[in-house]
């Protein structure tokens, strides 16, 4: 298994066990069972070179959550959308053991240095009864290269 999947499987496990959250999809997808849901794809990362025996590495993921407002409306819905990203990003905050080396488990050679959540913002999907939230979860790995 890749380092990617590695870690979009246990962020999606992190996703998956807070409340509300009905779906977590690993591919694009805009039809899900129960609402609100999110589709977790990887992003651009980067590296950066620390030393001749490590690099340090990025892998970025994109967190689109949706929101139905057929049923709610778009007010209401708008306000349940901020919840669940305000729940995500605090979650994923606060929680201390996301910068535990332990936490994922990664290939070897490959630590883990901190899980780090940026919010970007919200969008309408045309003609579409979905409004959408995007979080870009910045995963920092130190890799050795020895």
């Not at 790995?141 to 020895?146: F, K, M, R, T, W």
């Amino acid at each position: 298994m890749t380092t990617y999947q590695t870690i979009r499987d246990q962020l999606r496990d992190k996703l998956l066990s807070l409340s509300g959250i009905q779906e977590v999809a690993r591919y694009p997808k805009r039809k899900f069972d129960g609402y609100p849901a999110c589709v977790l794809v990887p992003a651009e990362g980067d590296s950066d070179w620390e030393t001749n025996n490590e690099h340090e590495r990025v892998y970025a993921f994109d967190l689109q959550i949706f929101y139905e407002t057929k049923q709610v409306g778009n007010d209401e819905a708008l306000d349940r959308l901020y919840n669940i990203v305000d729940l995500i990003l605090d979650e994923f905050s606060e929680d201390p053991n996301l910068e535990s080396p332990s936490v994922i488990s990664l290939p070897s050679k490959k630590t883990l240095i901190t899980v780090q959540p940026v919010s970007a913002g919200w969008e309408a999907l045309d003609e579409s009864d979905l409004i959408y939230a995007k979080i870009t979860i910045k995963v920092v790995i130190s890799v050795d290269i020895q």
